[in-house]
């Protein structure tokens, strides 16, 4: 059985933090910013957005600690790599792509494909970005807001994987085989203003509807940002954290994760009193 779609959005984010320690984002299109910061809500699973660092205001705060001029430390992509598919457990990918009947032309070259198996019993979340690129504070302006105390309780996006295309899914408690693949090309223009343009468009097999959501922006661009990194300040003052942090901390050692507003979810959604009675593998059946 599906999820019920009001407790499906909570159940999908959930799910992403649990497995992969990234908040999953139900709308990508309308996902907040990096710098954004607020409450995660306990009913949708949503950042609740106040404010973002990077605006006017914020920066009146940081001035009144002669702090820096956030504006002079733009975001920036990093150069880690970032793995195109996020599946938590109970998710098992098919080694052999295997061509269903009826499909249209370009499904099996397809570069970005694959299938997936869902295994009974278990809702389960997939993500699955094209070219994906993560966009990220930088050091500076993240040890700045370390020192700011509007920002102690709150929540901050301090990393967001962007992407041009993307499909996220939420299966129900039945077993589930789903096909994803991403056919067309993307061509670039020559000359002095070259330009990429995509005739990519996704094809999709054995979805539950109102549970998947897939999009291609046409031009290109990195508009989309399935899922992004929380962090919330270390509850400990500078001088309680010279025996557990080194001589030299990074920025990010003063940020640690956040954990979301409600008790373990069971696969319906619903919130547990108690911790599942079931106890997590440390892996997943292989695929039938």
């Excluded at 959930?14 to 999953?24: E, I, T």
């Excluded at 733009?74 to 080694?95: A, F």
């Excluded at 249209?104 to 570069?111: K, Q, T």
Aim: proline share 10%; aromatic share 10%.
């Amino acid at each position: 059985m599906p999820v019920s779609p009001e407790l499906a959005p909570r159940r999908y984010a959930d799910l992403c933090n649990v497995n992969f320690s990234r908040w999953g984002v139900w709308d990508p299109a309308q996902a907040p910013k990096v710098g954004s910061y607020g409450l995660i809500n306990a009913q949708t699973g949503s950042l609740d957005v106040e404010g973002n660092v990077y605006d006017p205001e914020f920066q009146k705060l940081v001035d009144e600690g002669h702090g820096i001029k956030i504006a002079d430390y733009p975001l920036e992509y990093s150069n880690t790599e970032i793995k195109p598919i996020l599946n938590s457990m109970w998710v098992r990918k098919k080694e052999e792509f295997k061509v269903p009947s009826d499909t249209p032309e370009g499904v099996d070259s397809a570069s970005t494909k694959g299938q997936w198996w869902f295994q009974k019993g278990h809702s389960c979340s997939l993500v699955f970005m094209h070219e994906p690129r993560e966009q990220v504070l930088p050091g500076p302006v993240l040890e700045e807001l370390y020192k700011i105390p509007l920002l102690k309780h709150k929540h901050l996006i301090t990393k967001a994987v962007h992407c041009s295309a993307y499909a996220r899914y939420l299966s129900g408690t039945n077993s589930e085989h789903i096909t994803l693949s991403l056919i067309g090309s993307e061509k670039t223009t020559s000359g002095a203003s070259s330009e990429t343009r995509s005739e990519l468009k996704w094809w999709t097999q054995g979805c539950e509807p109102g549970y998947l959501k897939t999009d291609v922006n046409q031009n290109g661009e990195l508009c989309f940002a399935p899922v992004f990194t929380l962090r919330q300040k270390l509850p400990l003052i500078r001088a309680l954290l010279r025996d557990v942090l080194p001589a030299d901390p990074k920025p990010e050692s003063y940020w640690c994760m956040t954990f979301p507003p409600w008790y373990p979810l069971d696969d319906d959604g619903v919130e547990l009193d108690e911790g599942p009675e079931e106890p997590v593998p440390t892996t997943t059946p292989a695929a039938p």
